[in-house]
């Protein structure tokens, strides 16, 4: 209550200042006396430093706000930060026994996969990246790269892909390639890490928004980089 009172009064002082300045200010220039002069040039400081700091208020605020967000916690980048600087844990395949990490951070959830195709998926916000497991082999990394693109064109509206390329994962190679795809009305872009030998097949995907995709590629690259092949 006593901080209400407080303010109420302040600004009540602040409002009788501006009055009082401006009715001296009035009558100095009317009347030419050098009394209401000294008085308006004497009150005109206190005037000014107010106004002046109202003036760079306004404009902190307006550049505060119109400055890009990017960077700060809630947002992609500010969010990618973290989970890049997060420790990371490690979580077994359900019935083949190779293993993937992910970020500590609360917010890295582990969704259900009951139905999915998905032996695991995990998301954060509206990013996600999981893995299809698959006991079977089917020789190569680009025999699996081209199922995948298969069965990605097969439930969208429109589709492209990068040419995959060579990576090591775990020492072994594996390809990786980007995909846009329309999936029910909505856009999406891709990251898949594709890998088969002779007994067992492995699929990581990740996806986003486009908006927000290459902002999180960095994270999919270090969860998918992370994965380890059955032993």
Not at 26 to 47: H, Q
Not at 75 to 86: F, H, P, W, Y
Not at 155 to 167: L, M
Not at 193 to 206: C, P
Request: proline content about 6%.
């Amino acid at each position: 209550m006593g901080e209400v009172v407080g303010a109420v009064l302040m600004l009540a002082v602040i409002a009788g200042l501006f009055v009082f300045f401006i009715i001296a200010l009035i009558r100095a220039a009317k009347t030419g006396r050098s009394g209401w002069i000294i008085t308006a040039s004497i009150l005109g400081l206190p005037v000014a430093a107010l106004a002046a700091g109202i003036l760079f208020s306004v404009v902190f605020g307006v550049i505060k706000a119109a400055s890009p967000t990017a960077s700060s916690p809630g947002s992609a980048t500010g969010a990618t930060a973290d989970l890049l600087g997060d420790s990371m844990t490690p979580v077994p395949g359900t019935v083949i026994p190779y293993q993937m990490s992910y970020p500590q951070i609360d917010s890295w959830k582990k969704l259900d996969t009951s139905d999915q195709a998905f032996d695991q998926l995990f998301n954060f916000r509206d990013e996600y990246i999981g893995v299809i497991a698959e006991g079977i082999g089917v020789g190569t990394p680009q025999r699996v790269c081209d199922l995948s693109q298969k069965n990605l064109v097969a439930k969208s509206s429109k589709y492209s892909f990068t040419p995959a390329q060579p990576i090591q994962i775990d020492s072994h190679s594996w390809l990786t390639f980007d995909a846009t795809a329309t999936v029910s009305g909505v856009d999406f872009k891709y990251r898949f890490y594709v890998y088969s030998d002779s007994k067992f097949t492995f699929q990581i995907v990740s996806w986003a928004v486009p908006a927000d995709f290459d902002t999180f590629n960095p994270v999919f690259d270090r969860v998918a980089k992370s994965f380890q092949l059955p032993k």
